[in-house]
């Protein structure tokens, strides 16, 4: 039975009458303030003139006016309209949620920040509010009674500020009891937004110098092929063996793609000296390519269209070269568009052939289809076969313990293979806590195009919850080193372990492979490939 | 009963209200789960509060070892600089804890030979006060100097490959001792 409510508690009642949505909860909370450090800065008119973006124009978010044309609303309404239409899942993501709240306290942008708005449900409410109003019956009628709003230019810079505010991570996704995929629902939300030429310059830039130059950076071919060369020195300079890679050759076996990221920023660069080494041991019959050297596509935080634009560069390299299969980097969005959307947009990719390891002869059924094969598939099979000379204990002085990336870990499922190989080339692996690793994971904070630096601050929010982990592992076990296979998490987590956990290093995984190995002919090894001296050679010369 | 005594009786209601003096800082929305969800992984923010108001509380009636306490303020405030707040919002809940006490024990402090503690442990708090003030900063510099560093980082290779920088080499350079000519 019911407590009776006591007088006092009786005289606390409030008999004013309820009101509407409007008057109450997030929805009042409108004009939302763009607040520096939390956004990224406007994207440039010409990188949106290069690819056809539509309302190329310069404009800042901290302007009152973001000069957007006239007919914005109806723009947006339309192309919303042609969306639901074209897309059952946008249809379905919009009319299923019953707001049970279980993705509610599973981002780490709302974990971090508290920010109500970065509650999955809340921001796909943002877009679910104008759908209502628009597009449904209910809506149309009873208003914010029905969670329905208008689309308001206040509206408008709400959905921006916190749209981008998003990395497309999918942990909220796992929560759900329906399914429904947030990030989907983002990626709608910023196909929408660009239509206006809102898009941010750190994914518009990348996205002009990918379409027209290869990659983000929009490093030409020569000076890619002379930074390789770098490498090609500082490998024989460590190891004594001089690797020889080759540049858009024809008729190679294989096409091996990575992020340029690891060609040009640090630590990703000496993740790229792990391939070269690999692959010059191993004496693959491999290609690197100038032109499709980009494993990111930034397409995909741009719209449909331009991800499948961004991802044919890569199968058309394939074709022009007549390699039989591609051999993909450590990168993580691109694991994404290649396993769920590539072979519904520019597959199957039948003028190459399913992909089979010339070492062990495994046939990779998983890449089947796409003909694009995970270098950590690769190498955790040449390791599963003893087909590599390895010394762990070169890696002594590291306490490592690994980063899943989201894309790799909840887009493909791709949770053992790295663990496999660290396990086999470091002999101090730590795993930080089951509900912060593997399809749990938490994103480094700067995922889907938000790693610029005038966003440091939502950066920090957002990676919080994983350097929080970090931190646990390194007061209990004193990790020192997390290791991850995707170069945006190797340009973010940097930073990252500099504000929370600054004692802790970031590296990829085949520059701890590439440590490990023992490489036929080499000199004696005395430092690791950062020109660190390695665990009893701290005295040698020449370190 | 001394001030301290009379402060360790009431440790888990005044730590509780201090606690929640914090927590009302975040958007009503969010204060729930800030305050429920006890995992430390699932919820950092509101675990790295509760456990370091608890902390500075204990640090402060122990008698305050300087390194301790600053460990304790450094975890709240380092969440707290890169949050909605104002720098003084960020590090205004010290001076809840005044609040709470005086709430709490003020009837009995405030009388007799208890002033003058009282008095003591007021100045000891606006003295945490001022160290908030310094964590606060140091955090807000780490942030920007992060931010040049990544700056930095990103370019210096790309401008060496370009052969806009050369690099002095650490050993042997182009001029040996003894050799310059200087014409």
């Known amino acids: ?63 009152e006016d973001w000069k957007v044309p006239n007919n914005w609303k109806e723009i947006i309404l339309e192309g919303f309209k042609d969306r639901l239409d074209r897309f059952r899942s946008f249809k379905l993501f919009m009319d299923i949620c019953v707001r049970c709240g279980a993705c509610a306290d599973k981002c780490h942008y709302f974990i971090g920040s508290a920010d109500p708005k970065n509650m999955p449900v809340l921001r796909a409410e943002l877009l679910r509010s104008v759908y209502r109003k628009n597009f449904t019956t209910a809506g149309k009628i009873l208003g914010p009674l029905a969670g329905a709003r208008d689309l308001t230019y206040d509206v408008l810079k709400e959905w921006w500020y ?83 890679p080759s540049f858009n050759r024809k008729g190679a076996e294989i096409l091996f793609i990575t992020p340029s990221g690891d060609v040009f920023a640090d630590p990703g660069t000496y993740t790229c000296m792990g391939y070269l080494t690999l692959f010059h041991e191993l004496g693959l019959d491999i290609t690197w390519s100038t032109y499709a050297s980009e494993g990111g ?27 039989k299969w591609i051999l993909g980097g450590e990168c993580g969005h691109m694991w994404r568009v290649i396993n769920q959307y590539m072979d519904t947009m520019n597959g199957p990719a039948d003028f190459l052939e399913e992909p089979v390891s010339p070492i ?174 390695l665990a009893g050679m701290e005295d040698t010369e020449d370190v | 009963m001394n001030l301290k005594n009379l402060l360790l009786q009431k440790r888990s209601s005044i730590i509780k209200k201090w606690c929640d003096i914090v927590l009302r800082t975040y958007p009503e929305e969010s204060q729930n789960f800030l305050k429920k969800q006890k995992d430390r992984f699932a919820n950092p923010v509101g675990q ?53 006490i005086r709430e709490e024990v003020g009837d009995e402090a405030l009388q007799g030979e208890l002033r003058k503690e009282w008095a003591a442990l007021e100045s000891r708090i606006d003295g945490l006060a001022l160290l908030c003030f310094d964590i606060y900063t140091e955090c807000r510099q780490k942030l920007f100097d992060i931010r040049v560093n990544e700056v930095r980082t990103q370019a210096s290779r790309l401008l060496k490959m370009a052969g806009l920088v050369y690099e002095i080499p650490e050993t042997g350079g182009d001029l040996k001792e003894g050799k310059v000519n200087n014409g």
């Not at chain 1, 004013?16 to 909370?29: I, Q, V, Y």
């Not at chain 1, 190989?421 to 938000?450: A, D, W």
């Not at chain 2, 456990?51 to 640090?59: C, K, W």
């Open chain 1, 1 to 63: 039975m019911a407590d009776t409510p006591k007088p006092e508690e009786l005289l606390k009642i409030d008999h004013s009458p309820p009101t509407l949505g409007l008057e109450k909860g997030w929805m009042r909370t409108l004009p939302v303030e763009i607040k520096p450090g939390m956004h990224c800065f406007a994207c440039e008119a010409k990188n949106l003139n290069v690819v056809g973006m539509p309302n190329p124009r310069q404009w800042s978010a901290s302007d």
């Open chain 1, 162 to 244: 916190y749209l981008y505010q998003c990395s497309e991570c999918r942990r909220c996704s796992v929560f759900c009891p329906y399914g429904i995929d947030t990030a989907e629902i983002t990626i709608i939300g910023r196909e929408l937004t660009n239509l206006l030429g809102l898009n941010i310059d750190w994914i518009a830039a990348p996205v002009a110098n990918c379409y027209r130059t290869g990659n983000h950076l929009g490093i030409m071919p020569h000076a890619y092929k002379e930074m390789m060369d770098f490498f090609v020195d500082e490998i024989e300079d460590i190891t004594g063996v001089r690797v020889e």
């Open chain 1, 297 to 323: 596509n930034f397409g995909l935080f741009t719209s449909h269209e331009m991800m499948k634009r961004l991802n044919a560069k890569m199968y058309a390299e394939a074709k022009r070269l007549g390699v």
């Open chain 1, 360 to 533: 062990t002869g495994t046939k990779f059924e998983n890449a089947k289809s796409t003909k694009m094969v995970h270098i950590t598939e690769f190498t955790a099979d040449l390791i599963k076969h003893g087909k590599l000379k390895l010394d762990p204990s070169r890696n002594d002085h590291l306490k490592v313990t690994f980063h899943d990336s989201c894309n790799p870990a909840r887009a493909m499922g791709l949770l053992e293979e790295p663990r496999y190989i660290i396990k086999n080339v470091c002999n101090h692996f730590y795993e930080m806590p089951p509900n912060t690793i593997r399809e749990q994971t938490f994103c480094c904070g700067g995922g889907s195009g938000l790693n610029a630096g005038e966003d440091m601050e939502l950066r920090m929010r957002g990676g919080l919850p994983r350097a929080n982990a970090v931190k646990y592992v390194h007061e209990k076990y004193g990790v020192n080193m997390l290791a991850n296979v995707c170069a945006i998490d190797r340009a973010v987590l940097p930073a990252l372990m500099q504000y929370w956990v600054p004692e802790v290093d970031v590296t990829g995984v085949h520059e701890l492979v590439a440590n490990a190995m023992v490489l036929e002919g080499e000199k004696e090894r005395t430092t690791n490939f950062r020109g660190e001296p």
């Open chain 2, 48 to 100: 790295t509060i509760s456990e370091g108001i608890a902390s500075v509380y204990d640090e402060l009636l122990q008698g305050a070892e300087p390194d301790n306490i600053s460990l304790f303020l450094d975890n709240i405030i380092r969440v707290r600089a890169v949050q909605e707040f104002s720098p003084s919002q960020a590090i205004g809940f010290m001076f809840g804890l005044k609040e709470v």
